[in-house]
């Protein structure tokens, strides 16, 4: 379960503090429940899905975590100058896998396709290339829940397919907090829907409700 309660976000820029790009956010995502965070460009759903997953803090308000929780699946953090594999190897001991890296690494590079490069430094890497490692690294763990941005669209379209069969097989065994720009991919992979506007938020047990009320927001 993961509970906001009067959450609020804004950046400061030069120019002082900026607008709110969260404002007085409430809600409770259910245990077992995946949900799909929607709304048009600059809605925050970046933010909140930083917020939620611990990598962004709050300007107000509290976040309650009773989950082991994934970082933004597509987007571990690397050091440059270290190999695929010595960042890989990094990361398992980090969260504690010292008994099976062989194995977590053997997955990692397997699911990468990567090749050779998996002993190259991750500053040589393509964007392509370095989002399929991030992957494979994420997918690596075992978590109650699972941060994705727009994860399914890296790589190619082979990539893509295996990316949303990883997710796939999820299901059932964890949850997944989702911000896709696409509602093909939302609806594929999620339940339950967030609909982000002007700031606020609104919890919907139906994501076609979440959905319905992004698009008659436009028409408006």
């Not at 509290?62 to 594999?85: V, Y």
């Not at 890989?88 to 050779?116: M, T, W």
């Not at 690294?137 to 941060?147: C, D, G, N, T």
Request: aromatic share 10%; net charge neutral; hydrophobic share 40%.
């Amino acid at each position: 379960m993961i509970i906001l309660e009067n959450i609020s976000k804004r950046y400061h820029t030069n120019h002082g503090p900026g607008k709110w790009v969260l404002e007085d956010v409430s809600f409770t995502i259910p245990r077992n429940v995946s949900v799909g965070i929607v709304g048009g460009n600059g809605a925050g759903k970046s933010t909140l899905l930083r917020i939620i997953g611990g990598i962004d803090q709050p300007s107000r308000g509290r976040i309650e975590r009773h989950c082991r929780m994934s970082w933004p699946i597509g987007s571990a953090n690397m050091q440059p100058s270290l190999t695929g594999r010595q960042n890989a190897k990094f990361l398992c001991r980090v969260h504690g896998h010292e008994d099976d890296i062989p194995e977590r690494l053997a997955f990692i590079q397997d699911f990468a396709e990567i090749g050779s490069l998996f002993d190259e430094p991750v500053k040589t890497y393509s964007p392509g290339m370095k989002s399929r490692l991030q992957f494979g690294i994420s997918l690596a763990f075992k978590f109650e829940v699972y941060i994705s941005d727009e994860a399914t669209s890296a790589g190619d379209a082979s990539f893509r397919q295996k990316a949303a069969d990883a997710f796939k097989n999820m299901i059932g065994q964890a949850s997944l907090v989702m911000a896709a720009h696409g509602e093909g991919a939302l609806k594929e992979f999620c339940t339950s829907g967030i609909f982000l506007n002007k700031g606020r938020a609104v919890w919907f047990d139906d994501l076609d409700d979440a959905l319905s009320a992004y698009k008659d927001s436009i028409k408006k």
